[in-house]
């Protein structure tokens, strides 16, 4: 396996990862406002925020004091191409 396609499959072994996916689906949130969505600290957030940018499956832009997030949907779409491409 690759190490990239490694790197996104270990991000998404965590269940607050998925979660965070799953919120960024319905478009861009700062981390601010992810972190209202959790019973964790704003460092555990951050923690989890950093191994999915690290993944490649989120982009952050910084916007003044704001870091906007951003779902990367090609970096698991390479990942599972593997089994669903002929």
Known sequence: MSEPTEAVWKALSDPARRTILDLL???PRTTGT???AFDMTRFGVMKHLR??????LI???????????YLNA???KQATDRWLSP
Request: net charge positive; aromatic share 4%; hydrophobic share 35%.
């Open 34 to 36: 992810l972190c209202e």
């Open 51 to 56: 191994v999915l940018e690290g993944s490649n």
């Open 25 to 27: 689906r319905s478009g």
């Open 59 to 69: 982009v952050v832009e910084r916007k003044g004091r704001e870091r906007w997030n």
């Open 74 to 76: 090609v970096a698991l």
